[in-house]
């Protein structure tokens, strides 16, 4: 393609969908003056981005099991009071571990037992898990990214020493990727992006809204419920295909048709 | 976009994905005489696309749970000699039924009860189940279309009356839509098309390879299995939209960018 026109984003504008702010531009793209008047009558940025680098980079894919955040005052509830987490093995993400500690999560329709704890314990406990294991429970949690608890569902938490009623806290977690500061400046990604992120095997899915989420401590990782690894076909240690940022596949198609 | 040319073809050929046969072209599209005569020297057709058609169609998802086609003589051996099978329900295609009967799946790890049999009976007995299921019996199957069995692992089924070693036949089954001719030509689809379908709620997941399956007696249905309903939020009755035919995401990307 390449050249970027007034015309062309008169007709972005026109099917409904909006611009961009930053508007992505390949490095080989061209802006024309009327375009670049165009955008900055708008207030909308221009976004560079590196060519050949954030279409096609692969991203390892990390599978998170069901799992239980806890907040210090819940660990002593559930394993006893002055109790403390311990460290199974630690996580992709710097700090984190699975805990030894594991619990029960009990809903109106079934359990499940042997639920790690994820540590070290935090401000809010959140429980998060598949939807398949909602069904089993009997209970139907929105998606919502880790943290994002208001008006979610709660769930009773049993350990050895006592049980927690959560009133809220309990999530099927939205896709998200962790990038480093570097990682994103490498792939021309910003914090809240929307990532559309290519399986490579057996099961082509794409998905296509997972979350950008950077800091300085991140490692790149995707992470993927179990639902979502079992209908790609993905294991942790796999990787996934970036094909592009804040983009809808429906626009992309349009685009080519007319 | 709007004009196909010679260089535009090259690029794509040399871009390692080969072109489609026949090309698919939309209603604004142009080709320029040397492209045209590009694709004729590589006796590939030209294919006209509706406008506003295939992007956008909504089609109706419907979520297969762990089912089992028996043979005629596999239903005497599992429900006793001359049993046959009776329907509990019918199915979205025509003639299709979930039986009143059902068996057990057993596997080296587990064992699932309940498993639905499907009829009428069929030529080759073909147990489906999601990877979810396979973490629990055990065993690994890879993903095939209906009936693609050569290779495939074996499982036990057991019955009321008796019990089948199936030496292959156990697949998870590749997702695929269901069309009847008149959908196909309305959605200009051809049988064996791959189709890019974008679920439409709290899990924007793209399929980027269901197959087209067309035949007279089929109803319009997307078929995809617990494991990927899950991982899109879908249910029956749920719609998907067909954003693509026949396309590669990544491509789309870098058409965008370069």
Known sequence: ??????????AMLGSGRGLP?????????RVTPAAADFLKDRR???RRIAPGREAGALIPVGVSNRHVHLSPSHVEVLFGRGSRLHSLRELSQKGQFAAQETVTLVGPKGEIPGVRVLGPSRGVTQVEISQTDGRQLGVAPAVRLSGDLAGTPGILIRGPAGAVVLSEGLIVARNH??????DAARLSVQHGDRLLLQSLGDRPIVFADATARVDERFSLDFHIDTDEANAAFLRTGDVVRLVGINM???????ERQT
């Open 248 to 254: 809808n596949i429906a626009d992309l198609f349009r």
């Open 1 to 10: 393609m390449g050249l970027i026109t007034e015309t062309s984003l008169r």
């Open 21 to 29: 702010n930053p508007f992505p531009i390949g490095a080989e793209d």
């Open 177 to 182: 990727v962790h990038l480093s500061t570097d």
């Open 44 to 46: 909308i940025g221009l």
